[in-house]
């Protein structure tokens, strides 16, 4: 946020506004459901890993297991291929290493 904030800070704050302000905040599904949605996004997408690490780390912080956050990754293998879902694996270690389950 802090480098987009020097090139450009209106984007900075669209980018804080509209997905957290006015979507994350609609009723119709909880920050749980959101960050299972988000994950499966972001691992289709394939080249998003930045963004997938910070979803996979919401995701932990909202409740989903790191169980179930392999089977989203794994299930994207299906829509997205395999590359996808092993790029999202990948990430989702990084994450689990930095976050260990008690």
């Known amino acids: 946020m802090e480098s987009l904030k020097e090139i450009s ?3 900075a704050r669209y980018l804080i506004e509209f997905p957290f302000g006015d979507i994350y905040a609609r009723p119709g599904l909880d920050l749980r459901q ?9 691992t289709a997408l394939g080249n998003a890993r ?10 932990l912080n909202v409740g989903l297991s790191q169980q179930e ?17 092993i790029n999202g694996l990948n990430a989702a ?8 389950t008690s």
């Open 9 to 11: 800070p209106d984007f």
């Open 34 to 42: 959101r960050e299972i949605a988000t994950i499966a996004a972001l």
């Open 50 to 59: 930045p963004q997938l690490e910070v979803h996979i780390a919401a995701g």
């Open 69 to 85: 956050i392999i089977e989203i990754v794994m299930q994207m293998a299906v829509y997205a291929g395999f590359p996808a879902a």
């Open 93 to 100: 270690k990084t994450v689990f290493d930095r976050h260990p």
